[in-house]
């Protein structure tokens, strides 16, 4: 799955790609009318100098012995011509051309007014009843030259332009969208049991309905988890005692039936009464795992909780439990003792319930917080494996349960902000069931 791209980038490639497009349509057309001009330029001086040289031309052949003779025009001093001439007669011949030009890039026969060949524009004009011409030629390529270096001057500002305005644009579109930003940071802030209302200030005016339309969403979210967790813990606080009365009651009648089908029946109900019980007490404890409450205002020293939770379970389970503990350290994490406590009678009731009955659970806790419960038993697949923390979800073994503690364990994991992964087989081992929770270590008070 692409990442998604953050608004901030978007806007301000966006921006200044859009400038950038607008300025190299601005400079294409402000180069073609520079070359227009320059068009126009060169041309009027193509005229202008045909103009001024040819009445000095008429002149200075009137004046000669010998007027058809073909003349060289000196110069003061060698040196490249941009603009080269002849003067001809009508019939084409040379009575007079500057000392750079080559007779070859000119007409065959002389005319009047502007051409242009491959690589020359040309001016011609007469005089004395079109007895003499003048033609001037100019190279293209100076043109062209002239012509880049105006397009040059126009886009070498761009060079410099475009990162400019990359950054101005980002830092522009970052200090706008500074109240998004802390808007976004303050949901991902968010734990997973906090539904209060997200209050940021000076929105602006497109995601402040979104921002309005969250909290009351998050408001109404909030009635109902807690109507729901309110009823939950209530109907399982009231079945309490109704059920405790039944189980005795059920129990008395037991003994006082005599051996037969209403002895056995008895048994059934008492089960029933029991499993209907334990489900009760599940549900108070998941109630208590998606409210409030989960963390403690002072850290917690998490060494004496899991023992006495551990001596707990193994005098009633006949010593099974392996506990290994930090020597020298304490492991101090913000998370209520009753929490703690529910957290890890459901990791050590699952690992007793449905792990070997032959083989001891392992229960450890590092200097880094880390948890783990390890009991034997086969491979638990894959598919089933990720869905053993959903609620009702249970593995393919036989032993009776309600599908709950895996499920409680994770909403307290992830209410305290810990982390808490499944895996079968267990770590170095061939078989077996591992439950990790990584809590957030803490300083002592």
């Avoid at 009445?55 to 052949?61: K, R, Y």
């Avoid at 997973?192 to 979104?210: C, K, N």
């Avoid at 697949?381 to 503690?405: D, I, K, N």
Wanted: with cysteine.
């Amino acid at each position: 799955m692409k990442s998604p791209i953050s608004l901030q980038k978007r806007l301000g490639l966006g921006l200044t790609l859009g400038m950038t497009l607008l300025w190299l349509g601005a400079t294409v057309g402000a180069w073609l009318v520079v070359q227009h001009e320059l068009n126009e330029a060169f041309d009027s001086a193509l005229e202008e100098t045909a103009q001024r040289i040819l009445p000095l031309a008429v002149l200075e052949i009137s004046n000669r012995e010998a007027p058809r003779t073909a003349q060289h025009v000196a110069t003061l001093k060698m040196h490249k011509e941009y603009l080269t001439y002849l003067v001809r007669d009508a019939e084409g011949q040379i009575l007079m051309q500057s000392h750079d030009a080559n007779p070859k890039i000119f007409n065959e026969h002389p005319s009047e007014g502007f051409s242009t060949t491959q690589k020359y524009r040309l001016y011609g004009a007469s005089a004395l009843r079109n007895t003499l011409f003048i033609e001037i030629a100019e190279p293209l390529g100076h043109r062209r030259e002239a012509a880049r270096e105006a397009l040059l001057a126009l886009l070498l500002p761009l060079l410099a332009l475009i990162p400019i305005s990359l950054l101005g644009t980002w830092l522009f579109v970052r200090l706008s969208l500074r109240s998004v930003l802390a808007y976004r940071r303050a949901v991902e802030a968010r734990g997973v049991g906090d539904l209060s209302p997200i209050s940021v200030a000076r929105l602006p005016a497109e995601i402040d309905p979104l921002a309005d339309a969250v909290n009351r969403l998050l408001e109404r979210l909030r009635k109902a988890l807690e109507a729901e967790r309110s009823f939950t813990a209530n109907s399982a606080h009231e079945l309490r005692t109704p059920l405790a009365a039944t189980l005795a009651q059920i129990q008395r009648l037991r003994q006082e039936a005599p051996q037969g089908p209403l002895r056995t029946r008895a048994a059934k109900i008492e089960d029933s009464l029991r499993e209907l019980a334990r489900l009760s007490e599940k549900l108070m404890q998941l109630a208590k795992a998606e409210g409030g409450g989960l963390l403690s205002e002072a850290p917690q020293d998490l060494i004496p909780l899991l023992a006495h939770g551990v001596d707990e379970w193994n005098r009633s389970s006949g010593q099974r439990i392996r506990l290994q503990l930090p020597t020298e350290a304490s492991v101090y994490c913000a998370i209520d003792p009753d929490a703690f406590g529910i957290l890890l009678r459901n990791l050590i009731e699952n690992a007793l319930k449905y792990g070997a009955a032959d083989q001891p659970v392992e229960v450890s806790l590092t200097e880094q917080a880390l948890l783990r419960v390890v009991n034997g038993g086969p491979v638990v697949p894959a598919p089933v494996l990720q869905r053993l923390t959903e609620r009702f979800v249970r593995g393919s073994s036989e032993a009776s349960g309600t599908g709950l503690g895996l499920a409680i364990a994770k909403t307290i994991a992830q209410g305290v902000k810990a982390r808490m992964t499944l895996a079968s087989p267990a770590t170095g081992r061939a078989d077996g069931f591992e439950v990790t929770v990584q809590f957030l270590c803490v300083p002592s008070a």
